[in-house]
């Protein structure tokens, strides 16, 4: 009589399972290194999270050496940059993005009271390249030209280097003794600067410079203007010209209440700086509704706050003595801001225009070949050149969002492009990895941990002057924000994988250098796999390429 089976456990058929292991292994792991999507978002290429694993490990110097590799201006992006790396950071979905653009203002505060400078480049290449225009994207291929051993000079119509970040962006958001010692590094470095220095004609400039390729980075300085019928034509203002002014120490006289037409980050500027100079009354004045709005949400936000009041769906007509007659529109079915026929009166001594600007590339336009697309130039994405061989263009001047930090990556983008055209090379660019989901990564291994923020001077405070309204992190809380980084898709060594598997197949090789997989003891049953928290470990079939 056969006894009854009493085991709890069913025993697999061996023969044909399709369990986590089968009797031949069908699948194995693999380290692999995915793009973190705070690097991916980053218009000026910086390899974000190795910044921050480095200020992790304690080595402060070295985060910001990397950063400047990519980036020579942490102080300044740390305060003006718009931050799209947040914007993607997988963080943001656990509890909150992790505060980078802090961090970055922290090291480059940092390396400016410590005195760090740029390695000087090991070699001279004996070539010369011209820069036009000292603003972000001028600036940062110089700098990264530079260091590639070429002899650079930049001509610029300013008094001093900085283009927008200095006659543009205000004070309380970009002090200037900061902008002029990052700035102060490229001289450091060997950056000729030649100021109050317009190119009226490029082609003889380059001849007589002897100047082997060109860089063209000039700025969007030129405001553009509506015809506002008013009996006196001195009250009303371009915003850029008003910027810049001010931002040159003077104190123009704008009354007791002032309109800003437009409704991009030029004009929260404006009307911010409004109410510095004494506005009791700034108020926006924009065609279409506040979700149609340009200016990023930090802009309105601070404007608002500083008391500047919007003035959404109306679009000025005519000004007399001191009223302004302003049409109220609506948005039609396309979506398109159109007129109602009611008008109502708003009260102005001075109407500030910040509807755009244009990049000044009149002088570019007599040279045979150069092809234009409005007021910027056409270039080969690809490369950065324009039509014409050897003269490279960027930022402002070519067809872009213009911010500091696009700005910025155009100039290195430029910069490797223009060596490798030097050397008579093709530039080819790096592949890149794919970029790590959130639901790739097992966030059971990250806890909550609150994001740290900056402070703020309170309203009566920053209404006293040009003082800087943000406070930056202590060292604490650097440390804090770049201990929150989940290492996305990159091993940080956290020995889940070492001590998950059942088979000891995974083998540390020292710190730093990760881990390696012991394939003659593997069985690929992914529990290594299963457990990464960061998603540095992929299945794949038996026989695939490691």
């Not at 710190?511 to 690929?524: I, M, V």
């Amino acid at each position: 009589m056969t006894s009854e089976r009493r085991d709890m456990t069913v025993q697999p058929d061996l023969s044909a399972s399709q369990g986590r292991v089968a009797p031949v292994r069908s699948r194995r792991p693999i380290y692999l290194d995915m793009l973190p999507p705070c690097n991916a978002g980053c218009p000026a290429g910086e390899n974000i999270q190795e910044w921050l694993r480095l200020i992790k490990a304690g080595q402060a110097e070295a985060a910001w050496r990397q950063l400047v590799a990519d980036n020579p201006f942490p102080a300044v992006h740390g305060r003006v940059c718009y931050h799209p790396c947040e914007t993607a950071c997988n963080r943001k979905d656990l509890d909150a993005a992790v505060s980078i653009h802090s961090v970055e203002r922290y090291l480059g505060d940092l390396a400016i009271d410590n005195g760090w400078q740029f390695p000087k480049p090991r070699r001279r290449s004996g070539r010369r390249v011209l820069v036009v225009g000292a603003g972000p994207s001028g600036l940062s291929a110089a700098y990264h030209l530079a260091r590639l051993g070429h002899e650079v000079e930049i001509f610029d119509a300013g008094d001093l280097p900085g283009g927008m970040m200095r006659y543009g962006i205000p004070e309380y958001r970009l002090p200037r003794d900061v902008l002029d010692a990052e700035i102060d590094r490229l001289r450091e470095l060997g950056v000729a600067f030649r100021q109050n220095s317009p190119i009226k004609d490029l082609l003889a400039t380059q001849a007589e410079g002897r100047f082997d390729a060109v860089f063209v980075a000039v700025g969007a300085h030129i405001s553009k203007r509506v015809d506002i019928p008013s009996n006196d034509a001195s009250r009303v203002v371009d915003a850029v010209s008003f910027l810049r002014d001010v931002a040159s120490g003077e104190r123009p006289v704008i009354g007791r209440r002032v309109a800003v037409y437009g409704g991009g980050n030029t004009a929260m500027d404006a009307a911010r700086v409004a109410r510095r100079l004494g506005a009791e009354e700034s108020v926006v004045v924009y065609r279409r509704a506040q979700e149609h709005m340009p200016a990023h949400a930090e802009e309105l936000e601070g404007a608002q706050t500083e008391g500047v009041k919007m003035n959404w769906l109306r679009t000025i007509k005519e000004m007399h003595d001191e009223d302004l007659t302003v049409e109220i529109m609506e948005i039609d079915e396309d979506g398109k801001a159109r007129g109602t026929g009611r008008f109502e009166k708003l009260a102005a001594d001075t109407v500030i225009l910040a509807l755009g600007q244009r990049a000044d590339t009149e002088f570019l336009r007599a040279i045979p070949g150069m092809s234009f697309h409005d007021d910027v130039v056409d270039v080969d994405p690809h490369s950065l050149m324009t039509a014409v061989p050897g003269i490279f263009a960027g930022g402002d001047a070519v067809p872009s969002d213009r911010t500091v930090t696009i700005g910025t990556g155009h100039g290195k983008k430029a910069a490797r492009r223009i060596d490798a055209y030097l050397n008579n090379e093709e530039w080819v660019p790096p592949l890149k990895h794919p970029v790590v989901t959130i639901d790739q990564m097992n966030l059971w291994y990250f806890g909550d941990h609150g994001r740290r923020q900056h402070e703020e001077a309170e309203v009566e405070q920053r209404m006293e002057g040009f003082g800087e309204i943000v406070s930056g992190l202590t060292d604490e809380e650097a440390n804090f924000e770049a201990q929150r980084c989940l290492s996305c898709g990159n091993c940080f060594e956290c020995d889940g994988c070492f001590g998950a598997c059942p088979e000891d197949a995974v083998i540390k090789l020292g710190k730093g250098n990760r881990y390696r997989f012991d394939y003659e003891l593997c069985t690929g049953c992914a529990t290594c796999y299963e457990q990464c928290p960061v998603h540095a470990i992929e299945m794949i079939p038996e026989g695939g390429a490691r």
